[in-house]
């Protein structure tokens, strides 16, 4: 009698795809009134970026009217997006942070 020989490879019928969550972007929007160096110092506190990380995503928004800032799980996303977006609003400033789910 031959020996019986596995239908499925080891392992790949019972392990379950590894789940990770769906990521979002945060966008910077340009605006007329917030002065650059504000923009700047606000992507550092709350993002962690270098002066010329920060400097960069600053310039880009202001040329293309928008820029990704990073991306992060959904939560993570929405609150630095409040957050940064709430540090404008205390200066009396419009800057703006929105989020969007990543394709
Ligand atoms: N456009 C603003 C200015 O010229 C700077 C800015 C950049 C504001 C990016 C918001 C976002 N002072």
């Known amino acids: 009698q031959p020996p019986l020989r596995p239908l499925v490879k ?20 340009n605006d007329d009134y917030t002065p650059r160096e504000f923009v700047v110092g606000v992507l550092k506190a709350v993002f962690r970026m270098s002066e010329s990380q920060a400097y960069a995503v600053m ?27 709430e540090l404008g609003r205390a200066e009396g400033y419009p800057l703006f942070f929105t989020t969007e789910p990543e394709e």
Do not use: N, W, Y
């Not at 790949?12 to 929007?29: F, M, N």
């Open 10 to 29: 080891p392992g790949s019928a019972t392990r379950p795809k590894t789940q990770r969550p769906p990521l979002h972007k945060v966008i910077l929007l």
């Open 59 to 85: 310039m880009t928004a202001h040329r293309k009217d928008a820029c990704v800032v990073a991306v992060f799980a959904r939560d993570v996303a929405e609150t630095k997006a409040t957050a940064a977006t």
